[in-house]
């Protein structure tokens, strides 16, 4: 016979990984199962979409997913921010109220530290935020002359790719207005290449680069900002003057998760064949923990099917 499936899961944060999670375990066992799933935002946003938001491509509204419109078997989304967890009791605190679970997911992602790089919080130029992208949108077709750097506070940061596809609609948008040969572009990045995983893409990158102009400054990062003199200072003390910066900020786990006392350097430590947590009961997969991948949706949506695939095997048919 079926066993019976535990009361309660509790996932905290729908983005990638919690969404597929989610998603799988309501396939799976519908109503007979209570997933509880929280997240601090009405509605996600596809990474790729911040840069269509800046470049003045699509409006924020367009591209908001609301989590209202989540009709899943099992599932309810609760729109609290999550204040405490405690991971031997499985007991999570939101401003809400507590809830307890019998399994705990931790998928909260990866936090911005503007406070790491000194000054990034004053120039404010950021492009990883919802929020930052909204306010590039209009400081980008001002800029029509000068020195623009797309820099990198620091390693590991989501998404790989997106700060080169930055460079590169920079490049594009500036062409477009006729003022690209009135301006410079240079792209600091503390990996050894654009995109570590994909030499194949880090090698076509550097040629693109090139043919555009582009000057590309690998393995380091932007250690502090000058607002005053405007001058981004490499952690080699190298200073790039800039009239433009897109930055990339520090990342590590949000407050919440390293006062639960989960986190080792800044993020989860997992076992990362089956993303388990020290405590019993307890997972964390996505952006929040580090399990050797690079932090990127696709890699948070494996890591919810490896969970959802263990507690099935524990609680489903069994095969």
């Known amino acids: 016979p079926n066993m019976v499936p535990p009361m309660r899961i509790l996932v905290l944060g729908a983005g990638f990984g919690g969404l597929e999670l989610s998603t799988r375990l309501s396939e799976e066992f519908g109503d007979d199962i209570e997933v509880v799933l929280i997240d601090k935002n009405d509605a996600f946003v596809f990474g790729f979409s911040k840069l269509d938001v800046m470049f003045g491509r699509t409006t924020p509204d367009a ?50 530290d503007l406070d790491a790089t000194p000054g990034l ?41 997106a700060p080169s596809e930055c460079a590169l ?9 006729g ?21 194949e893409t880090s090698a076509a990158l550097k040629d693109e680069f090139a043919e555009r102009g582009i000057r590309l400054i690998t393995g380091h990062r ?7 003199r405007r001058v981004a200072v490499l952690d080699d003390d190298t200073e790039l003057p800039f009239d433009l910066f897109l930055g990339v900020p520090r990342h590590r786990a949000p407050d919440v998760v390293i006062a639960s006392g989960l986190t ?44 959802a695939r263990s507690l099935i095997a524990e609680w489903g048919s069994g095969e």
């Open 63 to 112: 591209v908001r997913m609301p989590y209202r419109d989540i009709a899943k078997p099992g599932v309810r989304v609760l729109r609290e921010t999550v204040t405490a967890i405690d991971p031997g009791a499985r007991r999570v605190t939101t401003e809400a109220g507590v809830h307890e679970a019998d399994v705990l997911v931790i998928a909260l992602g990866a936090d911005y």
């Open 121 to 161: 919080a004053e120039v404010g130029t950021e492009f990883y935020s919802v929020g930052g992208a909204e306010r590039l949108a209009p400081v980008i077709p001002a800029f029509t002359r000068g020195d623009a750097i797309i820099g990198v506070c620091g390693a590991p940061f989501k998404c790989p790719p």
């Open 169 to 177: 609609l920079l490049h594009d948008e500036l062409v477009a207005r």
């Open 179 to 199: 003022v690209r040969d009135d301006c410079t572009i240079t792209f600091v990045i503390p990996l050894p290449t654009p995109v570590p995983p994909s030499p």
């Open 222 to 228: 932007i250690a502090s900002l000058d607002p005053a």
């Open 264 to 307: 080792q350097d800044g993020y989860i430590p997992v076992e990362s064949a089956t993303l388990r947590t020290s405590f019993e009961g307890v997972y964390a997969i996505g952006d929040v923990c580090t399990a050797g991948v690079p932090k990127a949706g696709v890699f948070a949506e494996g890591a919810a099917r490896v969970v």
